[in-house]
């Protein structure tokens, strides 16, 4: 069993920077894909970045260029560097992890950006 957990989020100012991590328990496998999703007030949930087998990076286009993910094999963790940060950024943010057929969910860090 996985457990995710995530911190990072806050009220940041537009253009302001915040990172995102998403600390997991438990033994992840490969090949896997690590996520990080977002849902904003009244939309759907959304694909950020992904991270593929831990080379292959997808971003989606409204923050490409912005955003970076990571990961810190050594203490399990995903990471999301969001810059530039816009007020259609404000979202709650998950992170996502896939492996072997499985799938794992964080409950969320909420990201608020507004001056």
């Known amino acids: 069993q996985v457990q995710l957990v995530e911190s990072g989020g806050g009220l940041v100012q537009p253009g302001g920077s915040l990172r995102l991590s998403c600390a997991a328990s438990?033994?992840?496998?490969?090949?896997?894909?690590m996520g990080w999703y977002r849902q904003a007030p009244g939309k759907e949930r959304e694909a950020v970045a992904v991270l593929i087998n831990g080379g292959t990076t997808n971003y989606a286009d409204s923050v490409k260029g912005r955003s970076t993910i990571s990961r810190d094999i050594a203490k399990n963790t995903v990471y999301l560097q969001m810059n530039s940060l816009k007020p259609e950024d404000t979202a709650v943010y998950y992170c996502?992890?896939?492996?072997?057929?499985?799938?794992?969910w964080g409950k969320g860090t909420l990201v608020t950006v507004s001056s």
């Open positions: 996502n992890i896939k492996f072997w057929g499985m799938e794992y």
């Open positions: 438990g033994s992840i496998s490969s090949p896997n894909v």
